[in-house]
């Protein structure tokens, strides 16, 4: 079994460690209502996708 010659120092370990971040998600605009949403879903707040209304909301 390989068992390694030196032990890694803490700026290799960080160096390698640097690509396993979460990232936020990301959130953009509605055209319509200017509210927050999700991209490639339905907005929460008037309830269109792509310019058309999906689903009816209380206004």
Same mark, same amino acid.
């Given at each position: 079994?390989?068992?390694? &010659?030196r032990? #890694?120092? &803490?700026?290799k370990?960080?160096?390698?460690?640097? $690509?396993?971040k979460?990232? =936020?998600s990301e959130?953009?605009? *509605?055209p319509? *209502? =200017?509210?927050a949403?999700?991209? $490639? $879903?339905v907005?929460?707040?008037c =309830? #269109?996708y &792509?310019g058309?209304?999906?689903?009816? #909301?209380?206004e």
């Amino acid at each position: 079994m390989p068992v390694p &010659k030196r032990k #890694t120092s &803490k700026s290799k370990r960080n160096m390698r460690r640097t $690509h396993q971040k979460i990232d =936020g998600s990301e959130v953009m605009t *509605c055209p319509n *209502c =200017g509210e927050a949403k999700l991209p $490639h $879903h339905v907005c929460p707040a008037c =309830g #269109t996708y &792509k310019g058309r209304d999906v689903i009816e #909301t209380e206004e």
